[in-house]
């Protein structure tokens, strides 16, 4: 089915996917830089480049948190359905629902806290590059906040006219 017929929530959903894929792709290609750039001046020079390493670090973590929302909506995290699948009609449909509220409580806790740890590392400066800390950091609490609105659109997915 062509996205057009979709709705609203659901083109949203998918603008947000793709856009969170770009960042998860210019991440890697970020590290994948960094780290042939660091093997040619091994080769290349005498000595390698400084700060390539913690650079394709701070990178991929970016990358395994935008990744972990892409997962999130393709369905790819662990999930116990031993019970949802054991239940039917609105027993299951209750199960389901208290995952998906728990699953929302659980991101806006890690984005809450996430952005707290955050504003903690501003003063920090990493080793290499002297950049903040909270550079690094802030992938989770971004990443949990891009979960949190694909959790609360395919809520207003399902309510909408």
């Known amino acids: ?3 057009e017929t979709f709705g609203w929530a659901a083109r949203s959903r998918i603008r947000l996917v793709a856009a969170t894929l770009t960042i998860v792709a210019c991440c890697l290609a970020v590290v994948l830089a960094a780290q042939l750039a660091q ?3 091994r080769v290349f020079g005498p000595f390698g480049l400084a700060g390539t390493d ?3 670090r701070f990178a991929f973590v970016w990358a395994s948190f935008a990744a972990a ?3 999130l909506e ?4 662990h999930a116990f359905t031993l019970l949802r699948e054991r239940l039917s009609g609105t027993a299951a449909r209750l199960v389901a629902a208290l995952a998906e509220a728990l699953t929302m409580l659980a991101l806006l806790l890690l984005a809450w806290h996430g952005t707290a740890m955050t504003l903690r590392a501003q003063q920090q400066l990493s080793p ?3 950049l903040p800390m909270s550079v690094l950091y802030a992938a989770m609490p971004c990443a949990a906040g891009v979960m949190a609105l694909l959790v609360a ?3 207003a997915g399902r309510t909408a006219p």
């Open 69 to 71: 929302a892409v997962a």
């Open 54 to 56: 913690e650079l394709s």
């Open 39 to 41: 093997i040619a001046a």
């Open 74 to 77: 393709q369905g790819g995290h």
């Open 1 to 3: 089915m062509p996205p």
């Open 153 to 155: 659109l395919r809520w």
């Open 128 to 130: 290499a590059l002297g």
